[in-house]
């Protein structure tokens, strides 16, 4: 019998464990943002060894190595093994990471006791946890792009970025819930490169408060992997693997019968066409996909995002986790800009307006560091600079790198792009520290809060220029044609 309309609600189902995954990526991302100076304090009591900015920079951003660990290895296993088994290996990284991150104590080491060993234990277990982000960042947007209709496409992959947005969010509150009453440990430079707890800190937070913070993950990260036992293999993998029935089963069931049928048409045309060669299609999409991923990263909204508590403190903030949990709401608010805009406005508009907000907002802090403006003056900055970031380079990167390559190398290219993205993210993340501290002349450390905010400014305007000139615009097309898109322009 044939099946005339598709089923929105299969469809929605599907792309709703999907997103969790993205979830799961923002989770994890943004957890250490509650956890890291209860971190540091722990780790500044170790006996045999001196933990500085540079080792806490490193800490608080290992997982970024994993991140391009597993993106690497994304393509070759969702090529060889499927999308769905790739999302199922994630889901299984992400639980061990957070039992271990919240026990790195496990089985080796004594509880509670501080050590060059133990560091070197969490940090395996936080690179853990980043493989399975990189595998969920390139894969979950995707599969979501070849189990979409063209017409709804952008918007569901948008939908991703939503998650990984709510994610962060979510990490924000259950920080925020898990501190309670209790407060940050304070600490002080007693060195150029040294630090130490004050003896009036909260005992509780160093010892047990960042460990209940990482251990929370546990709980969605074993609701996804088994939610994605219950989603099918994405139509397009099978079809490209010669599983032409189950393909089109899977695509009536979202499609309706006659639709899925020219669906899997075009997609047994281009498999037939053309190689699985990278540079099949040219350089030019390689490079721009490439691109786009160092751009998202090197604005520097990451750096934000993980440091939020930190920044808000510098800023005079009483309370930063309050600023923290209203910056996770203004970013909810404006990545559903870009969730209901895309399809309307297309993907080129809010990425050039996006790169514009969020220079007005970077230079907005950095010259509250020039001249001594309220503080609420650079908050507000930092809140016009991150809102920006949601609408435009969060949500539509990942729907230019999931649509924007050919059928035949998506898997290949898109684990390319995302490991360039988790590179720069890795870059950015691990020197922010280091150069918002640095210090010269009359301007002390405001200089370093200058510098930092100088540089993404700047960055921000050359990336809005890069789109301008050579991104293409992608709404309303199919993913089928890109490859005709991109086969006029690889001789131009």
């Given at each position: 019998?044939?099946?005339?309309?598709?089923?929105?609600?299969?469809?929605?189902?599907?792309?709703?464990?999907?997103?969790?995954?993205?979830?799961?990526?923002?989770?994890?991302?943004?957890?250490?943002?509650?956890?890291?100076?209860?971190?540091?304090?722990?780790?500044?009591?170790?006996?045999?060894?001196?933990?500085?900015?540079?080792?806490?920079g490193f800490t608080s951003s290992s997982a970024l190595i994993g991140c391009i660990i597993g993106s690497m290895l994304s393509g070759m296993i969702a090529s060889r093994w499927g999308?769905?088994?790739?999302?199922?290996?994630?889901?299984?990284?992400?639980?061990?990471?957070?039992?271990?991150?919240?026990?790195?104590?496990?089985?080796?080491?004594?509880?509670?006791?501080?050590?060059?060993?133990?560091?070197?234990?969490?940090?395996?277990?936080?690179?853990?946890?980043?493989?399975?982000?990189?595998?969920?960042?390139?894969?979950?947007?995707?599969?979501?792009?070849?189990?979409?209709?063209?017409?709804?496409?952008?918007?569901?992959?948008?939908?991703?970025?939503?998650?990984?947005?709510?994610?962060?969010?979510?990490?924000?509150?259950?920080?925020?819930?898990?501190?309670?009453?209790?407060?940050?440990?304070?600490?002080?430079?007693?060195?150029?490169?040294?630090?130490?707890?004050?003896?009036?800190?909260?005992?509780?937070?160093?010892?047990?408060?960042?460990?209940?913070?990482?251990?929370?993950?546990?709980?969605?990260?074993?609701?996804?992997?088994?939610?994605?036992?219950?989603?099918?293999?994405?139509?397009?993998?099978?079809?490209?693997?010669?599983?032409?029935?189950?393909?089109?089963?899977?695509?009536?069931?979202?499609?309706?019968?006659?639709?899925?049928?020219?669906?899997?048409?075009?997609?047994?045309?281009?498999?037939?066409?053309?190689?699985?060669?990278?540079?099949?299609?040219?350089?030019?999409?390689?490079?721009?996909?490439?691109?786009?991923?160092?751009?998202?990263?090197?604005?520097?909204?990451?750096?934000?995002?993980?440091?939020?508590?930190?920044?808000?403190?510098?800023?005079?903030?009483?309370?930063?986790?309050?600023?923290?949990?209203?910056?996770?709401?203004?970013?909810?608010?404006?990545?559903?800009?870009?969730?209901?805009?895309?399809?309307?406005?297309?993907?080129?508009?809010?990425?050039?307006?996006?790169?514009?907000?969020?220079?007005?907002?970077?230079?907005?802090v950095m010259m509250a560091n020039i001249v001594n403006l309220p503080p609420l003056f650079p908050v507000i900055s930092i809140m016009i600079y991150s809102a920006s970031f949601m609408?435009?380079?969060?949500?539509?990167?990942?729907?230019?790198?999931?649509?924007?390559?050919?059928?035949?190398?998506?898997?290949?290219?898109?684990?390319?792009?995302?490991?360039?993205?988790w590179i720069f993210n890795f870059i950015v993340s691990s020197t922010f520290v280091p150069m918002y501290n640095m210090s010269m002349g009359e301007m002390g450390d405001k200089f370093?809060?200058?510098?930092?905010?100088?540089?993404?400014?700047?960055?921000?305007?050359?990336?809005?220029?890069?789109?301008?000139?050579?991104?293409?615009?992608?709404?309303?097309?199919?993913?089928?044609?890109?490859?005709?898109?991109?086969?006029?322009?690889?001789?131009?």
């Amino acid at each position: 019998m044939e099946r005339q309309n598709g089923s929105r609600l299969y469809l929605f189902s599907i792309v709703l464990v999907a997103v969790m995954g993205g979830l799961l990526f923002g989770y994890d991302t943004a957890v250490i943002s509650g956890a890291e100076k209860g971190l540091q304090a722990f780790f500044l009591g170790a006996p045999d060894f001196v933990y500085t900015d540079i080792i806490h920079g490193f800490t608080s951003s290992s997982a970024l190595i994993g991140c391009i660990i597993g993106s690497m290895l994304s393509g070759m296993i969702a090529s060889r093994w499927g999308r769905k088994p790739t999302l199922i290996v994630a889901g299984i990284l992400f639980l061990v990471s957070a039992l271990g991150s919240y026990d790195p104590e496990f089985a080796f080491f004594d509880y509670g006791q501080p050590s060059f060993a133990l560091l070197l234990a969490f940090n395996v277990y936080r690179v853990i946890g980043g493989v399975g982000v990189g595998l969920a960042s390139a894969i979950c947007p995707m599969y979501i792009a070849e189990v979409s209709p063209s017409e709804m496409r952008g918007t569901l992959v948008s939908w991703n970025q939503f998650a990984i947005i709510f994610g962060q969010l979510v990490v924000y509150f259950v920080n925020f819930l898990i501190l309670g009453e209790h407060t940050y440990p304070i600490i002080e430079k007693i060195g150029e490169t040294v630090y130490a707890v004050s003896p009036d800190s909260d005992p509780w937070t160093i010892a047990t408060g960042w460990r209940y913070m990482f251990g929370s993950e546990a709980f969605v990260a074993a609701l996804f992997t088994i939610l994605v036992f219950f989603v099918p293999e994405s139509p397009r993998y099978l079809a490209m693997k010669g599983k032409d029935k189950k393909a089109l089963d899977i695509l009536t069931h979202i499609n309706g019968t006659i639709k899925a049928k020219a669906i899997l048409d075009d997609i047994l045309a281009t498999t037939e066409t053309k190689s699985e060669r990278l540079f099949a299609f040219g350089v030019r999409v390689i490079f721009i996909g490439i691109m786009l991923s160092v751009f998202q990263q090197a604005v520097g909204i990451n750096a934000v995002l993980y440091y939020a508590p930190r920044i808000f403190e510098s800023l005079g903030m009483a309370n930063p986790m309050v600023q923290t949990v209203m910056m996770g709401v203004v970013n909810i608010a404006f990545t559903l800009v870009a969730v209901f805009t895309v399809e309307r406005w297309g993907r080129k508009p809010l990425l050039i307006y996006g790169s514009v907000g969020m220079a007005i907002g970077a230079f907005g802090v950095m010259m509250a560091n020039i001249v001594n403006l309220p503080p609420l003056f650079p908050v507000i900055s930092i809140m016009i600079y991150s809102a920006s970031f949601m609408f435009s380079w969060g949500p539509i990167c990942w729907v230019l790198i999931s649509e924007i390559f050919p059928n035949t190398i998506r898997s290949t290219a898109v684990a390319i792009a995302v490991a360039f993205q988790w590179i720069f993210n890795f870059i950015v993340s691990s020197t922010f520290v280091p150069m918002y501290n640095m210090s010269m002349g009359e301007m002390g450390d405001k200089f370093g809060h200058m510098f930092v905010y100088a540089l993404y400014g700047v960055i921000c305007l050359v990336a809005a220029v890069f789109v301008y000139k050579l991104v293409p615009e992608t709404k309303n097309r199919t993913l089928e044609d890109m490859t005709a898109l991109w086969s006029k322009k690889k001789n131009l």
